[in-house]
């Protein structure tokens, strides 16, 4: 079982910064996956990024691509979502996953946190 808490949302103006947070229990993180995914007011969950297990790779969604960073710390059971650059069509709930599969699809995740709210202002 692994239970996954994100922090770091909050308001900001369009083109500025936020660096999201999410910790992980457990002592497995290291064995799985990790992605980002987001939900906007009457939209379908979306792919953001995702990172492989030992962070040998990262996949990005091509609408945050050069924007966003994601990154992890197995020694502090932590992955992170660095953006910049943020528009208002950024403005979601975003949530981090882990699963033994990962990729772009939520069926690939078996584990997600509640989701922090990050809300770009125009």
């Known amino acids: 079982q692994v239970q996954l808490v994100e922090s770091g949302g909050g308001l900001v103006q369009a083109g500025g910064s936020l660096r999201l947070s999410c910790a992980a229990s457990?002592?497995?993180?290291?064995?799985?996956?990790m992605g980002w995914f987001r939900q906007a007011p009457g939209k379908e969950r979306e792919f953001v990024a995702a990172?492989?297990?030992?962070?040998?790779?990262?996949n990005y969604a091509d609408s945050v691509k050069g924007r966003f960073t994601v990154s992890r710390d197995n020694a502090k059971n932590t992955v992170y979502l660095q953006m910049n650059s943020l528009k208002p069509e950024d403005t979601a709930v975003y949530y981090c996953?882990?699963?033994?599969?990962?990729?772009?699809?939520?069926?690939?995740?078996?584990?997600w946190g509640q989701g922090t709210q990050v809300t770009v202002s125009s």
């Open positions: 990172i492989s297990e030992s962070a040998g790779s990262t």
């Open positions: 996953a882990a699963g033994r599969i990962g990729g772009t699809f939520p069926y690939g995740y078996d584990y």
């Open positions: 457990g002592r497995t993180f290291s064995s799985y996956a």
